[in-house]
């Protein structure tokens, strides 16, 4: 067994030690460009959605953003999602040292069903990017399967569950642009992916603090003006292909806009 081999099995035992006592590991293991096996203290990334809006936001205390896509199979976002996503993103976020979206393929768990504690377990075995320094790091997956809290009214396109973490369900958005008439698939993605970085920016009334009273209580963290990105029907794909219109991905209200900016956004 070589010296690295031999590393890795003492960073991971540490490890099992030191969580024994709690259901959620706050640490990982993980390799640096040079190779050394380093445990990293993951506990920054676990906190509550909206938790870190003004990190995002602002560069007070990260100056980079750093998005690492997690697909299964061939259930990677388009291209044009991508560009739409950082152009979103630039538009609201002081990043001076820029904003990096990486792609990596995992193993499908080759579920038909997803909780947020089946999501979690996932992110935990597969996560790589972390805050680091002056980066901030978030994780995003595109899983295949459905969440396990659709009904029959509405199927959930994606879900932020933790304060850099958020999952789309892939597969259930492809379902609903393969309809007749439907928007296009980079159409759906954009508006889901904008979506729930909304919610990690602290919209609404989560984290950035309302400017004007405009938050939906009858459906949580959402916008009361239907024509915002973040209005509740965004999150679901019956309600998503009732909002579209023309295929345009819809923006941000001048409300949402407001609260972001005074939580040092753009």
């Known amino acids: 067994m070589n010296i690295r081999n031999i590393k890795l099995i003492v960073l991971l035992f540490a490890i099992v030690l030191s969580c024994s006592k709690d259901s ?44 690492e896509i997690l697909y299964v199979g061939d259930l990677n976002p388009t291209s044009a999602t991508i560009d739409n996503f950082k152009e979103f993103l630039e538009a609201h976020l002081n990043k001076p040292q820029g904003i990096e979206i990486i792609q990596r393929q995992i193993v499908s768990p080759e579920q038909e069903v997803y909780s947020i ?24 997956i595109f899983i295949d399967g459905e969440y396990d809290q659709n009904t029959a009214n509405g199927s959930v396109l994606g879900v932020a569950y933790r304060n850099t973490s958020f999952v789309i369900f892939e597969e259930t958005i492809r379902n609903f642009s393969s309809q007749p008439l439907a928007p296009s698939l980079a159409t759906l993605e954009s508006v889901v992916l904008s979506h729930e970085a909304g919610h990690l920016l602290g919209l609404v009334n989560a984290g ?24 509740w029907t965004a999150e679901t794909g019956e309600g998503l292909l009732n909002m579209l219109t023309g295929g345009s991905v819809p923006s941000l209200d001048i409300l949402c806009v407001n609260d972001l900016q005074a939580n040092s956004g753009e």
């Not at 640490?27 to 938790?51: A, H, Q, R, Y």
């Not at 939906?216 to 009361?224: P, S, V």
């Open 117 to 140: 504690k089946d999501i979690k377990d996932i992110e935990d075995a597969n996560r790589q990017k972390f805050n680091n320094q002056k980066t901030i790091a978030v994780s995003g």
């Open 208 to 231: 950035s603090a309302m400017q004007t009273d405009h938050q939906d209580t009858e459906h949580g963290r959402h916008c009361t003006q239907e024509d915002c990105l973040m209005f």
């Open 24 to 67: 959620e590991s706050n640490s990982t293991v993980t390799e640096d460009e040079d190779g050394n096996l380093t445990e990293i203290d993951t506990s920054s990334n676990k906190k509550n959605v909206g938790d870190s809006s003004n990190d995002l936001l602002s560069s007070n205390s990260f100056e980079k953003l750093i998005i």
